[in-house]
């Protein structure tokens, strides 16, 4: 059962979630005790591979012991995030679903087209509707490839903020309820 | 004037928020020539690194150890109008946010000498409040960028597994049932008389393709050289004749009694097949 | 050593060239050996991975013993075929054997390469021979997995469509024969 639960776990490029794994193995007798069989992966892993959760289902990833020779394999690394892009990409996780109107207000400059594109290249945001405002501008937020680049089992993980909470509110009160 | 209270906890004091935050009073003029210098040159590249006047703004008070929440006006005014005639002896180029910011930070100083309504709420009042929070927030989202930055990144601090290929899987059955098979060929039959089949039927004598296909070949024939495709069509060519005669072209080059020649100039010439080789014409293909 | 060599396999997008894998391991002391690991992972491959030489270089790939599961995961559910396929999959079966062109003429507007693509990946279809005139157009004809799909002994086992037989005898008889 390991073997197939692997198998299910290297094939696929997505995490895959629990419901998933469910509604393949539990009508299939070959499949008996896979849930036992994903603990013990998640707990132990498997050679080079360790099982971690993320993005809302699970995914292989090869453990850290490996990353000097792996580093060596891929050294065309993506370029690191220019401090713009960075600061464009932590509001739109912060405070999704935000307009680009909105972004800029948090940052204080205007944010450029190009940051944008970069930043759906990356596949990690996306356009998720549109405010009711004149208009309609874009809702932006993030995408699950980017939980899974920042291995994040889900937005709450992002990491706690002391005080951005009650700015943020101020913010949003002040902007959607223009008196 | 009483000491304006900032409505939110938390204070914001990068980047070490374990210092204090040092108190402001009495002690802007010490604070200044630190704050001030500049490395020359440096100027240039450290504007640069600003993402804008707000930033700028951030910056010097953190430099000055100031309280975001009592922002000493008359001082940071200072010190930023200082940066900005820096910026402009040394003919750096300033985005027009830069003055915007400038014209905001006079206007707040003016409101602060005017005397305070009696009856408003001293909060409401502080004419600092929109520029604090508008630091705050620009602190918020560094400090949130600056966290996004530590989290383990795929390609940087751990690698996922590239997905693995498998052999290729059954493709599942379609649902279709013969009854589907037989009432679309029904449905076909029941349409509307169909357009005759789209195939030209060439009665014109000069315009049959077994004559073409003679023409060409004793045309390459009368003279054993490369032709090229304009030479080799009759004068006067129509859509209809040029249709024929890429199609004898083509039959004869199946038959291989012509041969396509690369003219090393990325084209292409014909050429009879040497008679020796020759095989017999069909020409009623 | 083993497990090093698993981890740039599992980690790469493109399948690894032995010079890539000498360039990485050549001169690090820690993959001495790697050759002889090589060979070892192509011939018996590692749990459900198997090391396959392929253009460009080596890529591991599930063991097919995995393939029912993998299949469970991967290959979507059932849908019923398009109108446009249906159709060409009849005048295929009712007109065999049939060219492109008359199967564009029995349908009325042109058959898409992927339509005929289709047909032929479910191995339905398949070309018998080419009908010579010029251009020799490919001749269609049903495959046994057809009949074998469908519950049918033979193609004459077809239901008949009442009055369909003399229209599809005449259109036969004049294309076929242009006089």
């Known amino acids: 059962m390991r073997e197939a639960l692997l ?11 629990r419901e998933q794994l469910a509604s393949i193995c539990d009508d299939n007798p070959d499949c008996a005790g896979w849930e036992a069989e994903l603990d013990t992966l998640l707990a132990v892993g498997e050679g080079v591979l ?10 292989l990833q090869i453990h850290p012991r490996h990353n000097a020779i792996l580093a060596r394999l891929h050294v065309e690394a993506p370029r690191p995030l220019s ?14 679903p935000v307009t680009r109107p909105e972004i800029e ?40 490839q980017f939980l899974e680049h920042f291995s994040l089992v889900s937005l709450a993980g992002l990491p706690t903020i002391i005080g951005a909470a009650e700015a943020g509110c101020e913010e949003e009160k002040g902007r959607r309820d223009p008196s | 004037m009483r000491p304006w209270v900032w409505p939110m906890s938390g204070a914001v004091s990068e980047p070490s928020p374990s210092a204090p935050p040092m108190q402001v009073h009495g002690r802007r003029l010490e604070a200044l020539p630190d704050g001030l210098f500049i490395p020359p040159g440096a100027l240039e ?22 309280d975001i929440r009592d922002i000493p006006v008359a001082e940071v005014t200072r010190q930023y109008l200082l940066y900005l005639h820096e910026a402009r002896r040394r ?11 400038a014209a905001w930070l006079a206007e707040i100083k003016v409101r602060m000498l005017l005397p305070v309504p009696p009856a408003a709420d001293d909060e409401d009042c ?24 530590t989290l383990p990144q795929a390609g940087r601090d751990f690698w996922s597994v590239y997905p693995a290929t498998h052999s290729a899987l059954p493709l599942a059955p379609p649902l279709v049932t013969l009854a589907d098979v037989v009432n679309a060929w029904q449905a076909l039959l029941l349409r509307p008389a169909r357009k005759p089949p789209l195939a030209h039927t060439l009665t014109n004598q000069h315009m049959g393709l077994r004559q073409r296909m003679m023409e060409l070949l004793l045309h390459c024939r009368r003279e054993p050289r490369p032709w090229s495709f ?12 040029l249709a024929v005669s890429l199609l004898a072209l083509l039959e004869l080059l199946r038959q291989q009694a012509l041969a396509l020649i690369d003219d090393e100039e990325g084209g292409w010439r014909i050429a009879a097949v040497a008679v020796a080789e020759e095989r017999r014409v069909i020409f009623d293909a």
Chains 1, 3 share one sequence.
């Open chain 1, 83 to 96: 401090k713009a892009t960075l600061e464009t990409l932590a509001v739109i996780a912060y405070q999704q």
């Open chain 1, 105 to 144: 207000h948090w940052r204080g400059v205007a944010v450029s087209a190009q940051i944008m594109q970069q930043l759906q290249d990356r596949g990690w945001i996306m356009v998720a509707g549109h405010r009711e405002t004149p208009g309609r501008p874009a809702l932006w937020v993030t995408t699950s």
């Open chain 2, 45 to 66: 590249l450290l504007l640069e690194s600003f993402a804008g006047p707000l930033e700028l703004l951030l910056w010097l008070i953190r430099r000055n150890r100031m």
């Open chain 2, 91 to 101: 003919n750096l180029e300033l985005a027009a946010e830069y003055l915007l910011m």
């Open chain 2, 126 to 149: 502080d004419p600092r409040l929109e520029l604090a929070r508008r630091l705050e927030a620009l602190a918020t989202v560094q400090r949130q960028a600056a966290a996004l930055h």
């Open chain 2, 230 to 241: 304009i030479e080799i069509l009759p004068p006067a060519v129509d859509r209809l004749t």
């Open chain 1, 50 to 59: 360790q099982l971690v959760c993320v993005a809302g289902g699970y995914r």
């Open chain 1, 7 to 17: 198998a299910l776990f290297l094939s696929s490029a997505e995490p895959l979630s």
